[in-house]
């Protein structure tokens, strides 16, 4: 089975484009919500969340996402210090969890596949693209983040171009291109790559 990564940083659009690809039966691992809910459920990840960050990281609701991004995202070591928590968790769930899938391909998305090193686990890796200005606004728009927060974690992450160039494919979503013929000739694309490799 062919494994399809989806990313790009933070409001590019991953999630509208991965959900394209599941309208077309293909199966998507979104890595955002995975990782919280282990972080609510995993006894281990919950235990070493607290002893990193406090017992504020929980409340009666579970995980306390606020309270939590104010403290990981404050500095980058702070940041460091839960993305050495939690990815390796996710990184092993994903791994799981694609190679338990039955189509032709399957799609894991993510924004931090190459910060996090699991870019190796993957062998398409489509990017998606989208403008600074405009990825700004739709996270504001979208979590009612201040413009300084969406700055803060666009610097935890690799810059946009940088990280277009170490994909394989890359979709615009300028919303200026269609978004769905850009979706269609990959798929086209990725079950030609995966006949062609389950025939070798
Ligand atoms: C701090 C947390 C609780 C804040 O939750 P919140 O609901 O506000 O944000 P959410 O998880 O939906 O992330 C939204 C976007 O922020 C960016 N982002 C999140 N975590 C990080 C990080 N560690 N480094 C850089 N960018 C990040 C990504 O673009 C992500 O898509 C949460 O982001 C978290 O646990 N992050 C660490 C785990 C992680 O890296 N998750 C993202 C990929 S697995
Ligand atoms: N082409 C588009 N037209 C209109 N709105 C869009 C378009 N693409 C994305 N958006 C909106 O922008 C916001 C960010 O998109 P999305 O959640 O897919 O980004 P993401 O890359 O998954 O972000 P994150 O890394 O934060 O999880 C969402 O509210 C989404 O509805």
Redesign the pocket.
């Known amino acids: 089975m062919l494994r399809v990564g989806i990313t790009g940083?933070?409001?590019s659009g991953?999630s509208v484009v991965a959900r394209i690809f599941e309208t077309l039966g293909i199966p998507v691992y979104y890595?955002?919500?995975?990782?919280?809910r282990l972080?609510n459920t995993d006894a281990t990840l919950r235990t070493n969340i607290i002893a990193a960050f406090g017992p504020e990281a929980y409340n009666e609701a579970g995980?306390n996402?606020?309270w939590?991004?104010a403290q990981?995202?404050q500095q980058p070591e702070k940041?460091q210090l839960?993305?050495s928590i939690?990815?390796p968790a996710?990184i092993a769930h994903g791994k799981q969890w694609l190679e338990q899938q039955q189509t032709a391909y399957a799609i894991k998305e993510?924004?931090?596949f190459f910060?996090?090193g699991s870019a190796t686990d993957i062998d398409f890796m489509i990017g998606v693209y989208a403008p600074q200005a405009l990825r700004i606004q739709r996270?504001m728009q979208r979590?009612g983040?201040g413009r300084q927060e969406v700055l803060t974690?666009m610097s935890?992450?690799i810059e946009e171009t940088v990280k277009m160039k170490l994909c394989d494919a890359v979709i615009q979503n300028n919303e200026q291109e269609m978004l769905i013929p850009q979706v269609l000739q990959l798929h086209q694309q990725l079950l030609a790559m995966a006949e062609k490799n389950s025939t070798n």
Request: net charge positive.
């Open positions: 940083g933070i409001g991953k890595s955002d919500a995975e990782a919280k972080m995980l996402r606020s939590l991004a990981a995202f940041t839960l993305n939690v990815h996710v993510a924004a931090l910060e996090s996270v979590d983040l974690r935890r992450q």
